[in-house]
Structures are given as structure tokens and as C-alpha cells.
């Protein structure tokens, strides 16, 4: 069992945001691929219409926090193959799986849908999930090292359910990963820039200058004119010529000479991050920051214009009273955050019916071989002959165990709950789309409110409701 890189989705070609979505999820969703669409799940978010959520989820993302991003920087969702040994598992079973991996890999936090492809020779899962978080006040951090992460949380599922995973993974996306580790200066190659400019200063001569690198510990190899470094724990010699022109054994050898000096090191460019001004832009902070008389009539006009649209909002909405609206925010909040809570209840119980319904069949099927490995006289022999199958029924067992003492329920009880936990689990998604979107027009239009009239100074405003949204 494998899985894929982390896969960045950005807009393709002229396409918009929304095309794009909808291309990727309506191939995903194939039916020829998916046995009619049986084997396609999601979280938060409906398969038929999940393109259509994932963008509105961006709408009020832009609309509540003022930030959007350029076409070709915009990361719209993520992409995720998980793969499976031929003839190891059914597609339910590993449909279950992609929505397990899925749900750990998001926390919960993210809008995504698992489709199942069984027109391949494996059964293997396309897990697409939003980039945009479901209370739409932020974005997926794609950290460092996540396809790591991700790798070893599939391993420690697939193990929790009693398949196999590959002991010795092909490395993939080295380049991305140097690249991002350079930028913190944790890569083999940034950190031996960083020891010859240290210790190359110090040096008598180049012979000084290599010991010197040895007891930094540093394996050293000369090949013609090439010099090769290894690391402690680095498994291939970088060649010095790979770290830049000023980096060569001849360049290293004239920096001694003082002949040659040290490359200037390139700096990054810095990307300018504004404060979130959130609502209305703060113009007095941004005159004094000497932006000038365009910035002023561009700053007042869009005060203008976010004022309009608050006072539209409250009309259309019958509120001519501070309290009132007060209030509406208040009761919004609230009702967001009950719906909030009762739908990861019924994902939980969800899940937790699921593996219980999966240990039951695996206890069933496993019963007979268990029971003879119990009467082995070669124990070790027999379970390396029946590891699969042994380590299924332990599982099975130690879920049971963990019931209390309580009656194993029936495969068919369950399918009922579970049937009944996702009726109403879509149900209540409804009510929670627009709660949501009630949170959000109700907050904005209150701290806009705040903001016009003086109310309550920006930071605060801003503060107050981060404190809500949480």
C-alpha cells in the first residue's frame, strides 16, 4: 500500500476556479471508474454539488478576510492517491480507508471526498480535499515534510487495519523537499555552504582547510577536480561545484589564496504580507505609511463601498437597532457552533460503527484459522504463514474487549445506525451550510457596524470575533 505526493490544485490554463473544480472532481467521480458512483464518499460537503461547495467555501474565505491570491499562485485544493495491494481489500473497504485517511489528515477541518477507482488493476482512492477551512478564516498549511506525514499516517492506518504497507519507500519529491528545506537552512547543501564559509577563513592552506572539514564530519573524496562531501547521516556525496560558482574546488582554493571572495549570498525575496484589516480598510495607518493621494481615493472609495453594503444588508434584513443586531450575531454564533458539534458527533459515531462493522467480519472470517494457530505446536511457523489473518482477528478481539463487556451487535444493527447516523448527518449539513453563511454576513455586518461608527477600536473588533469564530 502507497501513497502519492501531496498534490498542490491550482486553476488550469484559462480555466477559472470553478471549471477547474468541476473537471477535477467530475473525473474523479467517473462512473465507469467508481461502479456507477457507489464508491464515492465526502465529508461536509455533498458529491453531486462538492465543486460547487468548495468554491462558495472560497467566496466567503475572500468576502470575510479581504485576502484572495493570483491565478497562478492560488492553491484551490489538494490531491491525494492512496493505492492498494492487488486483491488485499474490497473497494468499501477501501473506500473506508481513503475517508479514514482523509478525515487524520485534515483533523476534520477541510471539506474533501474520497472516489474509489477500481479500473485498474489496484484498487486505489483520489481523496480531494478543499483548500479553504470549513469556518472559511483560513487555508491548508502545506508544512514542511508533509508528504513524510502523510506517508506514515496511511502506514499506521493501513497497520491498524491489518494490511500491508510498503517496508522501503521509493524517496519522491526530493527537489521540493531540498528546496523548502534551503529556505530554512536545514538541507545537506545549505548547511555545508554554511561550514566552508565558516571554517575556510580559519584555514592555513587547502590541506588545513579539509582537515578542518573532516572534524566538522565531513567524509571527504577527491575525484580529478572534483571534491565530494558527506554528511553525518547524508546517504550521497554532494559535489562543492553543486553548491554555486564560488563553491568549486579551484574557486574554494583562490577564496584561500585571497584571490576570490565569498559569493554573496542571494536573498530571498520577501513576500509583503499586509495586516488584515479584515472589513474596512484602516486609512489613516496607510496615509502615515506614505502610500500617497491614489492609496487615499482608492482607500476611501472601498470604505464607501464596504459601508454600502453593510447598510443594504441591515435593511434588507429589517435591523435599525444596535441590540438587535447585536443579538442576531450572537444567536448566529451559536446555532453555527451547535451544528458544528453534532455533525463531527455523528462523523465520529460514524466511524467508530464502521471499524466495529469491519472487526466483526474480519473476527468471522478469521475464527477458523485463529483457532488453529491456538493448537499449533509451531507457533512462530504457522503465524508467518497466517500473519494477515492472525492480526485481523487480535484486532477484532481487542475491539470487543473494549466494549465493556457489552453484547457484540449484530453486522446488521449496525448497517442500520450507520445508515441512520449519515440521514442524519446530511440533513443537518443543510442547516449547517446556512449557518454558516448566516455567521458570517451577520459577524461582518456587526464589526462593519463597529468600524463606521466608532464603536469599538479595529483590534479589538478583530479579536472579538476570532474569539467567536473559535
Known amino acids: 500500500m502507497a501513497v502519492s505526493d501531496l498534490l498542490p490544485r491550482k486553476s488550469m490554463g484559462s480555466k477559472s476556479r470553478r471549471q477547474t473544480l468541476h473537471d477535477r472532481l467530475d473525473y474523479d467521480q467517473k ?3 467508481t461502479k456507477d458512483g457507489e464508491l464515492v ?3 461536509m460537503c455533498s458529491p453531486e454539488t462538492a465543486a460547487e461547495e468548495f468554491e462558495m467555501s472560497k467566496l466567503l474565505y475572500e468576502a470575510s478576510t479581504g485576502r484572495s491570491q493570483p491565478k497562478e499562485r492560488d492553491i484551490i485544493a489538494y490531491r491525494i492517491i ?5 486483491g488485499e481489500i474490497t473497494p468499501e473497504e477501501a473506500n473506508k480507508l481513503g475517508y479514514e485517511l482523509a478525515m487524520k489528515f485534515t483533523k476534520g477541518k477541510h471539506q474533501f471526498l474520497v472516489a474509489t477507482h477500481v479500473d485498474k488493476a489496484h484498487i486505489h482512492n483520489h481523496v480531494e480535499f478543499n483548500s479553504t477551512n470549513l469556518e472559511c478564516d483560513g487555508k491548508f498549511n502545506n508544512f514542511y515534510n508533509s508528504a513524510l506525514v502523510l506517508r506514515r499516517l496511511n502506514d499506521q492506518i493501513c497497520w491498524e487495519h491489518g494490511y500491508s504497507v510498503i517496508e522501503k519507500p521509493k524517496a519522491r519529491g526530493q527537489r521540493y523537499q531540498e528546496k523548502a528545506a534551503a529556505k530554512r537552512g536545514r538541507s545537506y547543501k545549505e548547511q555545508l555552504r554554511q561550514a566552508i564559509d565558516r571554517v575556510l577563513p580559519d584555514s592555513g592552506d587547502f590541506e588545513d582547510f579539509l582537515a578542518r572539514m573532516r572534524k566538522e564530519g565531513y567524509e571527504i573524496k577527491h575525484r580529478g577536480k572534483s571534491l565530494e562531501f558527506l554528511a553525518p547521516g547524508q546517504q550521497r556525496f554532494t559535489r562543492s561545484q553543486r ?4 563553491y568549486t574546488k579551484v574557486a574554494l582554493q583562490e577564496r584561500l589564496a585571497g584571490t576570490r571572495t565569498r559569493p554573496a ?3 530571498p525575496k520577501r513576500q509583503t504580507l499586509g495586516r488584515d484589516v479584515n472589513l474596512l480598510v484602516d486609512i489613516q495607518a496607510k496615509m502615515q505609511a506614505g502610500k500617497g493621494k491614489g492609496y487615499e481615493r482608492w482607500a476611501k472609495v472601498f470604505n464607501l463601498k464596504e459601508a454600502t453594503k453593510t447598510l443594504n444588508f441591515l435593511v434588507e434584513n ?3 437597532d444596535y441590540s438587535e443586531l447585536e443579538t442576531r450575531a450572537e444567536t448566529a454564533g451559536e446555532t453555527f457552533d451547535t451544528l458544528s458539534l453534532r455533525i463531527k458527533q455523528l462523523e465520529g459515531r460514524m466511524a467508530e460503527v464502521a471499524q466495529l462493522k469491519t472487526h466483526i467480519i474480519n473476527y468471522s472470517k478469521t475464527r477458523d ?3 488453529e494457530y491456538k493448537k499449533s505446536r509451531h507457533k512462530k511457523e504457522y503465524r508467518a504463514e497466517h500473519a494477515d489473518e492472525i492480526r485481523k482477528h487480535e484486532a477484532a478481539k481487542t475491539a470487543f474487549d473494549a466494549l465493556g463487556g457489552k453484547p457484540i451487535p449484530k453486522v446488521a444493527q449496525l448497517s442500520e445506525e450507520y445508515a441512520a447516523l449519515l440521514a442524519e448527518k446530511k440533513e443537518r449539513y443543510e442547516e449547517y451550510k446556512a449557518a454558516r453563511k448566516d455567521m458570517i454576513d451577520y459577524q461582518t455586518a456587526k464589526q462593519n457596524v463597529d468600524r463606521i461608527l466608532g464603536l469599538e477600536p479595529a483590534e479589538n473588533g478583530q479579536q472579538k470575533r476570532q474569539e467567536t469564530e473559535r
Open 243 to 246: 553548491l554555486g560558482d564560488g
Open 31 to 33: 462512473e465507469e471508474k
Open 318 to 320: 429589517g435591523i435599525t
Open 82 to 86: 492512496q493505492s492498494f495491494k492487488p
Open 41 to 43: 464518499s465526502s465529508y
Open 369 to 371: 484459522i485463529y483457532k
Open 265 to 267: 549570498p542571494v536573498k
